[in-house]
């Protein structure tokens, strides 16, 4: 105890003065005593002078030290995130850092499709599908997946405005709105209050909306500008009552697609996509599927096509008369229709023949656009076929009729003539979507309240006096009802990012008439209310129900529809000729930006078109002979004029275009559309009047306009130039195609050739995979083209937006891009897409010329791209046969839009997975490695190896029509492995031995026979 | 004609004394620059400017300013570099290969020659730098010791030009200094300012004109040629394998070493000619650069120019023999396709044009060899224009074809490296001897003991 002998020490040097330091102290002399009163020697002392010594104390020298180590670590430091981290303080349940969770719910899309949101931390990242939907079946349309960009769009409106007199907007707090609004509804007396809505698929909301309604004299009308109205109302013609059943795809044998873009734009299409590639299946030959399409302007369906007639579209009614009386026997007035039109008759006598012989299994399908006369023509050929068994019992619902132009006329009227106190644009722009001739716009500034629900600026806010943001789609709770059998649910993931609210708690504040009556859960209680009360009423333990039905995201009901099919014999109507040597415009809707809803967003804005790859921009696609009538060429301006409505428009040489045909996509040259979407494109909207073949269809006088406007694409048109570039795809074997005919005869009809071919490169390869080796293969049997797989890898990648100058110049960033290739003539080409991406190529020929290294070979056979580590060479793009690597010629999230990419907002995107790339930094394709480390480390957390079913690549996943599959090539027994050894499978450039790892399916063409 | 072979034309025209010759050569750097000199300079100085701007501009925004794009990975700034590069190989095959060959003729021209494949290479260099996406991390194309154990690609051609250009840049720089070491003495003892002679004195390291002197400086330089005699042959090989060891079809080619090499040593000539003719006429050096040497380069001009025809000739039958549907479009592609002017302006330049040369008065016409050579600038240039861009913008898959168009940024700095290159030359004319004092005096009538003749 070292203390406890300090202690004695101590105490005995005191007490005991027997100790004794030097024979002085001994002896006690004199001096020894004097000293022992002074503690220091002496000397020690006399110089210590504090007054001497510098004024710098010990303190402020140790504080200055300490400022400024501080100052040098802080203030030199170059550390770019000063951002604050915070980590949880109390860590969520359900939240592992670093580990996605998954939410279901319900897209606002057009389909409505059913998804699943990837959250990290709490943000949401991704929209995937949801397995659990019975229509979307894990699958989603294009615009949901793209519909995580809104939600980060840095252009949402943060809190209410409303317009000063001085015509400036200005903020104004929610509570001031709802007194305000409340107020003046109260005070309509007698006037009447509006609501404009888009469709509405929402039970509750339409309970809501009908409270409303009633409490404050208001009228609901909803629009759709692309709707199926005239479809619905020829079948109540034909058949009675009900609405268009859905068809069963999968088990029609012949479907003739008249004008029809049912794989494309409508219906919906993820469903008919997937029902249309279960007859593409090359394991299933003898169930193929062939599809016959008539049509003005080349559509996705069209480019699928196994034959395809160009007509254009208001000689459809000749048309499908003639057809009717083919089907019936009389092959008469189809032959002279043939004749007039110079259609092949070859592959009309083929279309009646095989109508005929697959009765029950063949369906004729015109297009929403075509006029009401068509349609009822058309369902009496389907009578005439039976096609009826294809009519899946399943119907839709329509929770509330869409408004006639009558309705919406009246409206005008009353507007302008003061009896409407106030208009609420329910999260609608009817200044942009409602036809010019209804003279909407002008009788807005007869309302008094003009109140515009929206989640961005948009043209119909911009003239409103009240502009109330509205959360987005994933801070809201809803249900949607679009069919029979089931209902699905919307929750929120995300609490809301600004001072927003959902737009149908607005609506119940008002309702409830108490502006300080609003609180979070407004909505969410009443949506629940309703579930408990009327739409489940009989559900035992509802609280378990609705926790399973948040989980599931979609509750099915399995009711059954007592639909059935009576066809009502009429009369077909008259066939009226088309007017002889006029233009015919068709509108359609856009395959990004649908009807313009999309525009702000950058990912669809930049997604090439299907068809023409034309992105950042809408076109009138004519025919190259109308061209050379109009004397223009691509980028030459043209003036279409409608009535009184004129439109210049430049024009896009699309092949396979019927004559005078001009085909426009809505959806365009929006004015209010944030910074992406401002001035994209040309409204045709202008166009739209009520006095046309349908709302869609209209004959036009067309002459040629001054100058011309850029289209940019994400591939060259060159195809038909000459001998030199045509058919390039083919003869180089890139694009392989079979038919169904000769498949039948001999399935190895690929292969044969194969050994006609002499290899001087032997069979060595420098690298042994023994272990897990990844590959893809692509059915290009199942692929359509419709490039939800780009949106996919877009939003998974972090891949940014370029902006249309540099899509000009060949920048675009997309890692996936579709190819489409033309054969054949202009006139009648034969088209083929193949998704193209990183081959991941055993013998690599980018690996070897890269100076430092940065991209290497794994041994899991992965082709790897090592940002840190690239100085931007650009040799391996240079040596890339398939030129899939991209590089970054400008930090693009600074340069597009000034930094829009940037903003702090729209940062919370970005898959915290996947590192975003840098101005200099050449990237590709990675099959997904973050998903592939992933499930690597799931399995090494389940103690057992990787395999690869593991893994789903986020185009895989996303691809409807499940053409890409994924997976390991060593694993002989896998579902991968069939498609990897396929018989039909082939390499891209297999001559270079560049050992690519995408094997792709050959697409087989189900022509006749005698056309092999 | 009646040539009398006997008699061996004399390299020095004139008569000139050996005190005369060193009069001529050493004028330029005793007189103040006129104002001739200042007007010379700005207007080099001015584009070397403007260079730079656009250069600063590039760094600071990105590359994206330039005409690169997708299929099209390489554009102007790989072009450039090829193009000097090429142009320093006149350099070297003057001063040493005609130097291992004991051409006395190219005493005249040796000293200029070389000073300009120092430059060229200069010019040349700054190119693979800045072309790269993040130039402040070029440091990585060098092998260097790192903790991380990162090393370079051995097998990637861009290495190997690190190597190559170094080493070029490297052994020209040291070839030219040893050779100017006796001149440097000459000035120092010409000199009598202070600062002049300072600097003189430090550059001529000593040098003494004595016996043992030139013994060790014969064979440093001797030696030094030797060295310099493969990179003649191995720096434009090295760079061709930049092209040739790709997959690309229009690159891929056996036949590109020899036919890079044949295309430097021709662009180099011209160079050199374009440049001489203003320099023996400026600095009155017609009697020491004469006709006959001008003459000789012609006729080497179009020996090179025919082996460039030749292989440009060679390239469409292996297309065509190959049997490759690629291969044979690429070059279709090249004469008939979207680039068919660049191509057909190539192939005037090179291989048309320059065989005017097959006549002697042309060949010793001033101004039209002076027309002549320009053309074949120009053309070297666009040969490595079309070799770079056409093969790319049309390769394997149709779907991501292409087209380049070039900006104001790529013009820029191109004419940023004219700037460049003629602000040096034009410097080098003021500062040092352009024209080798002891060589040339060496060569000069009656300096040599000689068998008959005139004396």
Same mark, same amino acid.
């Given at each position: 105890?070292?203390?406890?002998?300090?202690?004695?020490?101590?105490?005995?040097?005191?007490?005991?003065?027997?100790?004794?330091?030097?024979?002085?102290?001994?002896?006690?002399?004199?001096?020894?005593?004097?000293?022992?009163?002074?503690?220091?020697?002496?000397?020690?002392?006399?110089?210590?002078?504090?007054?001497?010594?510098?004024?710098?104390?010990?303190?402020?020298?140790?504080?200055?030290?300490?400022?400024?180590?501080?100052?040098?670590?802080?203030?030199?430091?170059?550390?770019?995130?000063?951002?604050?981290?915070?980590?949880?303080?109390?860590?969520?349940?359900?939240?592992?850092?670093?580990?996605?969770?998954?939410?279901?719910?319900?897209?606002?899309?057009?389909?409505?499709?059913?998804?699943?949101?990837?959250?990290?931390?709490?943000?949401?990242?991704?929209?995937?599908?949801?397995?659990?939907?019975?229509?979307?079946?894990?699958?989603?349309?294009?615009?949901?997946?793209?519909?995580?960009?809104?939600?980060?769009?840095?252009?949402?409106?943060?809190?209410?405005?409303?317009?000063?007199?001085?015509?400036?907007?200005?903020?104004?707090?929610?509570?001031?709105?709802?007194?305000?609004?409340?107020?003046?509804?109260?005070?309509?007396?007698?006037?009447?209050?509006?609501?404009?809505?888009?469709?509405?698929?929402?039970?509750?909301?339409?309970?809501?909306?009908?409270?409303?309604?009633?409490?404050?004299?208001?009228?609901?009308?909803?629009?759709?500008?692309?709707?199926?109205?005239?479809?619905?109302?020829?079948?109540?013609?034909?058949?009675?009552?009900?609405?268009?059943?859905?068809?069963?795809?999968?088990?029609?044998?012949?479907?003739?697609?008249?004008?029809?873009?049912?794989?494309?734009?409508?219906?919906?299409?993820?469903?008919?996509?997937?029902?249309?590639?279960?007859?593409?299946?090359?394991?299933?030959?003898?169930?193929?599927?062939?599809?016959?399409?008539?049509?003005?302007?080349?559509?996705?369906?069209?480019?699928?096509?196994?034959?395809?007639?160009?007509?254009?579209?208001?000689?459809?009614?000749?048309?499908?008369?003639?057809?009717?009386?083919?089907?019936?026997?009389?092959?008469?007035?189809?032959?002279?229709?043939?004749?007039?039109?110079?259609?092949?008759?070859?592959?009309?006598?083929?279309?009646?023949?095989?109508?005929?012989?697959?009765?029950?299994?063949?369906?004729?399908?015109?297009?929403?656009?075509?006029?009401?006369?068509?349609?009822? %023509?058309?369902?009496?050929?389907?009578?005439?076929?039976?096609?009826?068994?294809?009519?899946?019992?399943?119907?839709?619902?329509?929770?509330?009729?869409?408004?006639?132009?009558?309705?919406?006329?009246?409206?005008?009227?009353?507007?302008?003539?003061?009896?409407?106190?106030?208009?609420?644009?329910?999260?609608?722009?009817?200044?942009?979507?409602?036809?010019?001739?209804?003279?909407?716009?002008?009788?807005?500034?007869?309302?008094?309240?003009?109140?515009?629900?929206?989640?961005?600026?948009?043209?119909?806010?911009?003239?409103?006096?009240?502009?109330?943001?509205?959360?987005?789609?994933?801070?809201?709770?809803?249900?949607?009802?679009?069919?029979?059998?089931?209902?699905?649910?919307?929750?929120?993931?995300?609490?809301?990012?600004?001072?927003?609210?959902?737009?149908?708690?607005?609506?119940?504040?008002?309702?409830?008439?108490?502006?300080?009556?609003?609180?979070?859960?407004?909505?969410?209680?009443?949506?629940?209310?309703?579930?408990?009360?009327?739409?489940?009423?009989?559900?035992?333990?509802?609280?378990?129900?609705?926790?399973?039905?948040?989980?599931?995201?979609?509750?099915?009901?399995?009711?059954?529809?007592?639909?059935?099919?009576?066809? #009502?014999?009429?009369?077909?109507?008259?066939?009226?000729?088309?007017?002889?040597?006029?233009?015919?415009?068709?509108?359609?809707?856009?395959?990004?930006?649908?009807?313009?809803?999309?525009?702000?967003?950058?990912?669809?804005?930049?997604?090439?078109?299907?068809?023409?790859?034309?992105?950042?921009? #809408?076109?009138?696609?004519?025919?190259?002979?109308?061209?050379?009538?109009?004397?223009?060429?691509?980028?030459?301006?043209?003036?279409?004029?409608?009535?009184?409505?004129?439109?210049?428009?430049?024009?896009?040489?699309?092949?396979?275009?019927?004559?005078?045909?001009?085909?426009?996509?809505?959806?365009?040259?929006?004015?209010?559309?944030?910074? =992406?979407?401002?001035?994209?494109?040309?409204?045709?909207?202008?166009?739209?009047?009520?006095?046309?073949?349908?709302?869609?269809?209209?004959?036009?006088?067309?002459?040629?306009?001054?100058?011309?406007?850029?289209?940019?694409?994400?591939?060259?048109?060159?195809?038909?130039?000459?001998?030199?570039?045509?058919?390039?795809?083919?003869?180089?074997?890139?694009?392989?195609?079979?038919?169904?005919?000769?498949?039948?005869?001999?399935?190895?009809?690929?292969?044969?050739?194969?050994?006609?071919?002499?290899?001087?490169?032997?069979?060595?390869?420098?690298?042994?995979?023994?272990?897990?080796?990844?590959?893809?293969?692509?059915?290009?049997?199942?692929?359509?083209?419709?490039?939800?797989?780009?949106?996919?890898?877009?939003?998974?990648?972090?891949?940014?937006?370029?902006?249309?100058?540099? =899509?000009?110049?060949?920048?675009?960033?997309?890692?996936?891009?579709?190819?489409?290739?033309?054969?054949?003539?202009?006139?009648?080409?034969?088209?083929?897409?193949?998704?193209?991406?990183?081959?991941?190529?055993?013998?690599?020929?980018?690996?070897?010329?890269?100076?430092?290294?940065?991209?290497?070979?794994?041994?899991?056979?992965?082709?790897?791209?090592?940002?840190?580590?690239?100085?931007?060479?650009?040799?391996?793009?240079?040596?890339?046969?398939?030129?899939?690597?991209?590089?970054?010629?400008?930090?693009?999230?600074?340069?597009?839009?000034?930094?829009?990419?940037?903003?702090?907002?729209?940062?919370?995107?970005?898959?915290?997975?996947?590192?975003? &790339?840098?101005?200099?930094?050449?990237?590709?394709? %990675?099959?997904?490695?973050?998903?592939?480390?992933?499930?690597?480390?799931?399995?090494?957390?389940? #103690?057992?190896?990787?395999?690869?079913?593991?893994?789903?690549?986020?185009?895989?996943?996303?691809?409807?029509?499940?053409?890409?599959?994924?997976?390991?090539?060593?694993?002989?027994?896998?579902?991968?492995?069939?498609?990897?050894?396929?018989?039909?499978?082939?390499?891209?450039?297999?001559?270079?031995?560049?050992?690519?790892?995408?094997?792709?399916?050959?697409?087989?063409?189900?022509?006749?026979?005698?056309?092999? | 004609?009646?040539?009398?072979?006997?008699?061996?034309?004399?390299?020095?025209?004139?008569?000139?004394?050996?005190?005369?010759?060193?009069?001529?050569?050493?004028?330029?750097?005793?007189?103040?620059?006129?104002?001739?000199?200042?007007?010379?300079?700005?207007?080099?100085?001015?584009?070397?400017?403007?260079?730079?701007?656009?250069?600063?501009?590039?760094?600071?925004?990105?590359?994206?300013?330039?005409?690169?794009?997708?299929?099209?990975?390489?554009?102007?700034?790989?072009?450039?570099?090829?193009?000097?590069?090429?142009?320093?190989?006149?350099?070297?095959?003057?001063?040493?290969?005609?130097?291992?060959?004991?051409?006395?003729?190219?005493?005249?021209?040796?000293?200029?020659?070389?000073?300009?494949?120092?430059?060229?290479?200069?010019?040349?260099?700054?190119?693979?730098?800045?072309?790269?996406?993040?130039?402040?991390?070029?440091?990585?194309?060098?092998?260097?010791?790192?903790?991380?154990?990162?090393?370079?690609?051995?097998?990637?051609?861009?290495?190997?030009?690190?190597?190559?250009?170094?080493?070029?840049?490297?052994?020209?720089?040291?070839?030219?200094?040893?050779?100017?070491?006796?001149?440097?003495?000459?000035? &120092?003892?010409?000199?009598?300012?202070?600062?002049?002679?300072?600097?003189?004195?430090?550059?001529?390291?000593?040098?003494?004109?004595?016996?043992?002197?030139?013994?060790?400086?014969?064979?440093?330089?001797?030696?030094?040629?030797?060295?310099?005699?493969?990179?003649?042959?191995?720096?434009?090989?090295?760079?061709?394998?930049?092209?040739?060891?790709?997959?690309?079809?229009?690159?891929?080619?056996?036949?590109?070493?020899?036919?890079?090499?044949?295309?430097?040593?021709?662009?180099?000539?011209?160079?050199?000619?374009?440049?001489?003719?203003?320099?023996?006429?400026?600095?009155?050096?017609?009697?020491?650069?004469?006709?006959?040497?001008?003459?000789?380069?012609?006729?080497?001009?179009?020996?090179?120019?025919?082996?460039?025809?030749?292989?440009?000739?060679?390239?469409?039958?292996?297309?065509?023999?190959?049997? =490759?549907?690629?291969?044979?479009?690429?070059?279709?592609?090249?004469?008939?396709?979207?680039?068919?002017?660049?191509?057909?302006?190539?192939?005037?330049?090179?291989?048309?044009?320059?065989?005017?040369?097959?006549?002697?008065?042309?060949?010793?016409?001033?101004?039209?060899?002076?027309?002549?050579?320009?053309?074949?600038?120009?053309?070297?240039?666009?040969?490595?224009?079309?070799?770079?861009?056409?093969?790319?913008?049309?390769?394997?898959?149709?779907?991501?074809?292409?087209?380049?168009?070039?900006?104001?940024?790529?013009?820029?700095?191109?004419?940023?490296?004219?700037?460049?290159?003629?602000?040096?030359?034009?410097?080098?004319?003021?500062?040092?001897?352009?024209?080798?004092?002891?060589?040339?005096?060496?060569?000069?009538?009656?300096?040599?003991?000689?068998?008959?003749?005139?004396?």
């Amino acid at each position: 105890m070292p203390e406890k002998k300090d202690e004695l020490l101590n105490a005995s040097t005191k007490t005991d003065s027997n100790y004794w330091r030097s024979f002085e102290d001994l002896y006690k002399s004199a001096g020894s005593i004097e000293a022992k009163h002074h503690e220091f020697k002496d000397g020690v002392t006399e110089d210590f002078d504090p007054k001497k010594l510098s004024n710098f104390s010990r303190r402020k020298f140790l504080a200055l030290l300490g400022a400024s180590a501080a100052l040098a670590g802080t203030g030199c430091n170059n550390y770019p995130d000063r951002g604050e981290i915070i980590p949880y303080n109390k860590k969520p349940e359900e939240i592992t850092l670093g580990v996605a969770n998954y939410y279901a719910s319900t897209a606002s899309c057009e389909h409505s499709c059913g998804v699943l949101i990837k959250t990290r931390e709490g943000r949401p990242i991704k929209i995937d599908g949801n397995p659990d939907h019975p229509v979307s079946k894990g699958k989603m349309c294009t615009q949901a997946q793209a519909s995580i960009l809104d939600l980060y769009n840095p252009e949402r409106i943060k809190k209410p405005l409303k317009l000063s007199s001085s015509g400036i907007r200005g903020e104004i707090s929610w509570g001031n709105v709802d007194k305000e609004i409340i107020q003046l509804l109260n005070n309509s007396s007698g006037k009447q209050v509006a609501v404009i809505t888009k469709k509405i698929v929402s039970p509750t909301e339409k309970k809501l909306l009908d409270e409303f309604a009633q409490k404050y004299n208001a009228k609901i009308y909803s629009y759709e500008l692309f709707n199926e109205d005239v479809r619905n109302r020829a079948w109540k013609k034909s058949y009675g009552s009900g609405l268009y059943p859905k068809i069963k795809w999968n088990e029609a044998r012949v479907i003739v697609a008249l004008e029809s873009d049912f794989l494309g734009k409508e219906g919906n299409r993820v469903e008919n996509a997937r029902l249309f590639a279960e007859g593409r299946d090359v394991d299933d030959i003898k169930n193929f599927n062939r599809l016959y399409v008539v049509e003005g302007n080349m559509s996705l369906t069209g480019i699928n096509a196994d034959y395809r007639l160009r007509l254009r579209p208001d000689a459809q009614h000749e048309f499908t008369s003639a057809l009717l009386e083919a089907v019936n026997g009389s092959l008469s007035s189809l032959n002279s229709f043939a004749k007039t039109y110079d259609l092949n008759t070859g592959k009309l006598k083929a279309l009646v023949n095989d109508l005929k012989q697959n009765r029950g299994k063949a369906i004729v399908y015109a297009g929403s656009t075509l006029p009401e006369a068509v349609h009822l %023509t058309v369902n009496a050929i389907n009578n005439a076929l039976s096609a009826d068994a294809l009519f899946n019992p399943q119907t839709e619902i329509e929770h509330h009729p869409l408004a006639t132009a009558d309705e919406f006329n009246s409206l005008v009227k009353s507007m302008n003539s003061g009896m409407v106190a106030a208009v609420i644009h329910y999260d609608s722009n009817p200044v942009y979507h409602l036809s010019q001739d209804i003279g909407y716009k002008t009788a807005l500034k007869k309302v008094p309240a003009v109140i515009s629900l929206t989640g961005t600026n948009n043209e119909t806010a911009a003239v409103s006096s009240y502009t109330l943001p509205i959360n987005h789609t994933l801070e809201v709770w809803g249900d949607v009802q679009t069919r029979t059998g089931f209902i699905s649910l919307q929750q929120p993931v995300i609490a809301p990012l600004f001072s927003t609210r959902q737009k149908e708690a607005i609506l119940l504040t008002w309702l409830n008439g108490d502006a300080k009556g609003f609180k979070d859960t407004l909505y969410h209680e009443y949506l629940m209310n309703n579930w408990q009360n009327s739409l489940f009423s009989s559900t035992p333990n509802f609280n378990k129900f609705w926790v399973n039905a948040l989980h599931d995201g979609v509750v099915v009901t399995n009711e059954t529809s007592t639909a059935s099919f009576a066809f #009502n014999v009429l009369p077909v109507p008259t066939v009226r000729p088309i007017v002889a040597n006029s233009y015919v415009v068709a509108l359609k809707s856009s395959y990004s930006i649908v009807d313009g809803s999309y525009a702000d967003n950058g990912w669809l804005q930049e997604l090439p078109h299907p068809v023409s790859k034309i992105t950042w921009d #809408n076109y009138a696609a004519i025919s190259h002979i109308t061209a050379k009538e109009l004397g223009v060429e691509n980028d030459d301006i043209i003036d279409i004029q409608i009535g009184n409505s004129k439109l210049s428009i430049p024009v896009f040489l699309q092949p396979g275009s019927s004559e005078k045909t001009i085909t426009i996509e809505l959806g365009y040259g929006r004015e209010n559309a944030g910074a =992406v979407g401002t001035g994209v494109g040309f409204n045709a909207n202008v166009l739209m009047n009520s006095n046309g073949l349908s709302p869609w269809l209209y004959n036009a006088s067309v002459v040629k306009g001054n100058g011309s406007y850029q289209l940019v694409t994400a591939q060259e048109h060159h195809v038909f130039d000459d001998e030199m570039t045509k058919d390039a795809a083919q003869k180089r074997g890139i694009i392989q195609e079979g038919t169904v005919e000769k498949y039948k005869q001999n399935p190895h009809f690929m292969k044969k050739e194969e050994h006609e071919k002499i290899t001087m490169y032997g069979s060595q390869t420098n690298m042994e995979y023994p272990g897990l080796k990844w590959g893809m293969a692509i059915d290009l049997n199942k692929c359509l083209g419709c490039s939800d797989c780009v949106v996919a890898c877009i939003s998974e990648n972090n891949i940014p937006v370029v902006g249309k100058d540099q =899509v000009a110049k060949g920048r675009e960033m997309h890692w996936l891009r579709i190819d489409r290739y033309y054969s054949g003539t202009e006139d009648e080409p034969k088209t083929s897409v193949q998704p193209m991406l990183c081959q991941h190529c055993d013998h690599a020929p980018c690996e070897n010329v890269c100076p430092v290294v940065a991209t290497t070979h794994s041994t899991d056979g992965l082709n790897q791209m090592i940002y840190n580590r690239c100085v931007g060479t650009r040799y391996c793009s240079n040596n890339c046969p398939y030129k899939v690597r991209r590089f970054n010629f400008f930090n693009y999230r600074d340069y597009f839009r000034d930094g829009y990419q940037e903003a702090d907002v729209h940062n919370l995107i970005y898959n915290p997975e996947v590192t975003v &790339r840098s101005r200099g930094v050449m990237e590709k394709c %990675t099959f997904c490695i973050q998903r592939i480390m992933e499930a690597r480390e799931n399995a090494t957390a389940q #103690n057992r190896t990787v395999r690869g079913s593991d893994v789903k690549t986020a185009c895989q996943e996303a691809c409807p029509t499940t053409a890409i599959k994924f997976g390991d090539v060593n694993e002989k027994e896998s579902e991968f492995a069939k498609f990897r050894n396929h018989e039909l499978g082939y390499y891209v450039l297999e001559e270079l031995n560049v050992r690519p790892n995408v094997t792709y399916i050959t697409k087989l063409r189900n022509t006749h026979s005698e056309e092999a | 004609m009646n040539i009398d072979y006997t008699i061996e034309a004399p390299v020095v025209e004139g008569r000139l004394t050996i005190g005369e010759i060193e009069q001529l050569v050493a004028a330029p750097m005793e007189t103040k620059p006129d104002k001739k000199f200042y007007i010379a300079l700005s207007i080099s100085g001015s584009f070397l400017l403007f260079g730079a701007v656009l250069l600063a501009l590039s760094f600071y925004k990105g590359i994206g300013l330039w005409g690169n794009n997708q299929p099209v990975g390489w554009g102007f700034p790989i072009v450039n570099f090829v193009f000097w590069v090429g142009i320093g190989h006149a350099g070297t095959l003057i001063s040493a290969v005609l130097f291992l060959l004991r051409q006395k003729w190219r005493t005249g021209i040796a000293r200029f020659a070389e000073a300009m494949t120092i430059f060229a290479v200069i010019c040349a260099g700054i190119f693979p730098i800045i072309h790269t996406g993040r130039p402040w991390l070029a440091g990585y194309l060098f092998p260097y010791t790192s903790q991380h154990g990162l090393w370079v690609n051995f097998s990637s051609p861009l290495v190997w030009d690190v190597f190559a250009v170094s080493t070029y840049l490297t052994v020209s720089f040291v070839f030219w200094y040893i050779g100017l070491i006796p001149d440097f003495a000459v000035m &120092r003892d010409r000199t009598s300012t202070k600062i002049k002679k300072t600097i003189y004195s430090t550059f001529s390291l000593g040098w003494r004109h004595s016996h043992r002197n030139w013994q060790h400086y014969e064979k440093a330089y001797m030696l030094l040629a030797g060295f310099a005699t493969p990179l003649v042959l191995s720096v434009h090989t090295i760079v061709s394998f930049d092209f040739a060891v790709s997959i690309l079809p229009g690159w891929h080619s056996t036949i590109f070493p020899p036919y890079f090499v044949a295309g430097a040593i021709f662009s180099g000539f011209a160079m050199v000619v374009t440049v001489l003719v203003f320099v023996r006429k400026i600095f009155d050096l017609e009697h020491i650069i004469t006709l006959n040497h001008l003459e000789k380069m012609n006729k080497v001009i179009l020996a090179t120019g025919m082996m460039v025809g030749y292989a440009y000739g060679m390239e469409f039958f292996i297309a065509w023999y190959s049997g =490759v549907e690629v291969e044979q479009f690429v070059f279709v592609n090249r004469a008939f396709g979207p680039f068919a002017w660049a191509y057909w302006i190539m192939v005037s330049c090179n291989v048309l044009i320059p065989q005017l040369f097959w006549f002697k008065k042309i060949r010793r016409s001033v101004p039209v060899m002076l027309i002549i050579v320009i053309f074949v600038n120009v053309g070297m240039w666009f040969e490595r224009f079309v070799i770079t861009v056409t093969s790319l913008h049309r390769d394997f898959l149709p779907s991501s074809w292409g087209y380049f168009t070039p900006t104001i940024y790529d013009i820029g700095i191109l004419l940023g490296s004219f700037g460049l290159f003629f602000t040096l030359v034009i410097l080098f004319t003021k500062a040092l001897p352009v024209v080798s004092i002891s060589e040339v005096k060496a060569v000069a009538e009656g300096a040599q003991p000689s068998h008959g003749g005139t004396h």
